[in-house]
């Protein structure tokens, strides 16, 4: 099976902009959660989807959103982008939550806001 | 919310050591993951393992989850070893949130 696939792989934008990410679950995986990685902050979880529905968010701005389609890909966005958003956005998948095996993630966008 | 400490922050090895990696979580959890993250900043899974022992070539893992901690535990380490592991548990009704330790910064010197 092919792994977990995130479009696109490095991003420059400039502050004050909004940027959309993709991700693409393994086949047959339909929960998606997404991250946020930064040096000061470590790995802090945005938000998880399962069957097109938000189940669970975590503690960021509502400048971070996201979506969920029917064949369980994933987009999350970021509107009026800061220089504190630079950050390498990981996305996971899994069966069903985490409960089963566990999760998995893509190899991540990096974003650079200037 | 629930608190994941890992255990040392850093870590130097000669080629060859044995090391032994902590995770403390101060609450009850659903699952238990093992992750290292290779210079690119992907995370690789190295074990689900919300109980019990298992093991991976050179790696083996337990947890006990009474006592709320997990070891990783890497034998005849290799260079390629190196980088960042990893501890994230998720907490009972918190579906997909998994919350991370800070990580274990592995250096395998030849």
């Known amino acids: ?114 | 919310g629930i608190q994941v400490e890992q255990s040392p922050p850093d870590l130097i090895l000669q080629e060859g050591a044995n090391s032994t990696l902590r995770c403390n979580f101060s609450d009850s959890v659903n699952n238990l993951q093992w992750f290292h993250q290779n210079p690119w900043g992907q995370l690789i899974n190295l074990f689900y393992i919300p109980s019990g022992t298992k093991q991976n070539g050179r790696l083996s893992a337990t947890t006990v989850a009474t006592e709320r901690y997990s070891l990783l535990y890497i034998s005849s380490s290799q260079t390629t070893d190196s980088g960042v592991y990893f501890c994230a548990v998720e907490r009972r009704g918190s579906q997909g949130n998994l919350i991370f330790g800070k990580g274990t910064k592995l250096s395998v010197k030849p």
């Open chain 1, 1 to 114: 099976k092919a792994g977990v696939t995130q479009t696109p792989r490095y991003l420059i934008k400039t502050r004050g902009q909004q940027v959309t990410l993709s991700c693409s679950p393994i086949s047959g995986h339909r929960s998606v959660s997404w991250y946020q990685q930064t040096p000061g902050q470590g790995l802090q979880f945005l938000f998880e989807y399962f069957s097109e529905t938000q189940r669970n968010k975590g503690n960021f701005p509502g400048r971070f959103s996201g979506r969920q389609f029917s064949n369980s890909r994933s987009e999350m966005n970021v509107s009026t982008l800061e220089l504190g958003d630079s950050a390498l956005y990981l996305c996971a998948s899994s069966l069903a939550g985490t409960g089963v095996r566990g999760q998995f993630f893509g190899p991540g966008t990096r974003l650079t806001v200037l």
